[in-house]
């Protein structure tokens, strides 16, 4: 009993003691706070003294935009203003340089109409055998190619023929195999038309047509038409001028006719003159028969 006894004396001892060795444990430390590296010492951080608070850069960006939204005061200007800016006025139809006209002239031996024919027929039949007559007309020299481009009288293209005469008569000829066109001066010139873009394809077609056969060079008679010198005669005072020209020509092939028949009942000229004025003031033309040299078309005649 005894031995029981102090048994559970020393077993109680032993736990109270184990009790008051808990009870004597110091405190667990608590945990440090994580160090805080300055931005000074962290590569791409700012300068040290910069202060790294928001408020700080917020206030600094307000004083700049303050800064940028207060005007600067201009110094004022001394002394008279004077505007040193030049206006120039546009340009008008007055202030345009005018084109030069040409006023080249033949240095050739004058002669009619007729006569020209018959030195230029060989060279246009030499070019092509079924070349046809389209123009016959007084030229001014390197004006050649521009025979075709307007109206006849413009006066740096076309030479007067006072009495008929003239000093550089050209020949325009078309070829129906070919569907080619050349311009024969009497000084040399030969010009190919369409490699010059100055026979278009409606003027080429033109004289196309097989009813153009009395136009072929080959068989016309010049012996049966009226020369250029005695047109002019018939034309009474307006064929006297010293800026009347004249010109043989087909004019259905170049789209003006058919002209009127010279007799009523008769067939329309395959081949007419006409009478025209270098005067760029006067526009004037009459149309005459080549084979009568009767009048059929006047440009007076209401």
């Known amino acids: 009993m005894l031995y029981r006894l102090t048994y559970l004396l020393v077993v109680c001892c032993s736990v109270i003691s ?35 608070s928001s408020s700080v850069a917020e206030g600094t960006a307000t004083q ?10 201009l110094p004022a200007p001394t002394g008279a203003v004077v505007d040193s800016a030049v206006a120039t006025a546009p340009p008008t139809d007055e202030s345009l340089p005018s084109p030069t006209a040409v006023t080249a002239t033949g240095t050739g031996e004058a002669l009619t109409a007729l006569q020209a024919l018959g030195e230029l027929k060989p060279r246009a039949l030499a070019w092509q055998a079924d070349a046809r007559l389209v123009m016959l007309s007084n030229v001014r020299p390197g004006q050649e190619k521009n025979l075709l481009g307007g109206a006849l009288g413009d006066p740096s293209v076309n030479e007067p023929t006072p009495g008929g005469k003239g000093r550089n008569w050209t020949l325009v ?23 010059e873009g100055m026979a278009s394809d409606e003027l080429l077609k033109g004289f196309a047509p097989a009813e153009m056969v009395a136009l072929d060079l080959a068989s016309l008679d010049a012996g049966s038409l009226v020369d250029s010198d005695k047109v002019l005669e018939k034309a009474g005072e307006r064929g006297k001028s010293d800026k009347v020209g004249i010109a043989l020509l087909a004019p259905d092939g170049l789209g003006i006719g058919p002209l009127p ?7 329309p000229p395959q081949i007419a003159y006409e009478l025209f004025s270098t005067d760029p003031i006067q526009q004037t033309f009459i149309f005459f028969d080549a084979t009568t040299g009767d009048v059929v078309l006047d440009s007076s005649t209401p």
């Not at 430390?29 to 962290?42: F, G, I, N, R, W």
Request: with cysteine; hydrophobic share 30%; glycine share 10%.
């Open 18 to 52: 184990v009790l008051a060795a808990c009870d004597n444990t110091p405190p667990a430390s608590p945990t440090p706070p994580p160090t805080v590296t300055p931005l000074a010492a962290l590569p791409g951080g700012e300068p040290s003294g910069t202060p790294p």
């Open 261 to 267: 028949a010279p007799q009523t009942g008769g067939d």
């Open 64 to 73: 700049e935009n303050e800064a940028l939204d207060t005007p600067t005061a």
């Open 173 to 195: 000829a078309f070829s129906p195999s070919t569907n080619g066109a050349v311009a024969l001066s009497m000084e040399g010139t030969q010009v190919d038309l369409v490699k």
